[in-house]
């Protein structure tokens, strides 16, 4: 049984945040790694959680959606340049397609519907970042800091 870890983080730098500080909130302990990292990371230069939406076209209804990226960040490079990136945290098996199965359970019925939708999602954020000079970046918990 997983647990499902949330609730709001409180930043120690609140003027790197944009967006309001006290309403900053994580739906996964890997979420609230990451805003920590941000946080107090000094080449993190601003940070944002879910203040940005991207519309895609869902593949299962063919209807227009948003997508809340998790975060959205400002960072200084070792060149001591700016990037923008539109970073995205996820369970790395939610980052796979899953393997084709003889026998379609619910289980599986659901991980393809996931992956079908997360991939779109995914697609169109990248689409979304290059227009704007941006960098997509997806994150498990194998890269996790």
Known sequence: ????????????????????????????????????????????????????????????DGKWHRYFPDFLIEVRTKENLIETHMVEVKPYAQTKEPRVQKRKTKR?????KNWGINSYKWKYAQKFCEERKWKFTLITEKDLF
């Open 1 to 60: 049984m997983t647990k499902y870890y949330q609730g709001k983080f409180r930043p120690k730098n609140p003027i790197k945040y944009k967006g309001d500080p006290t309403n900053i909130v994580f739906r996964s302990s890997w979420e609230l790694k990451a805003m920590k990292y941000f946080d107090l990371n000094q080449n993190v230069l601003r940070w944002q959680s879910e203040e940005l939406f991207v519309p895609y076209k869902s593949p299962i």
């Open 108 to 112: 599986y019925i659901t991980e393809v």
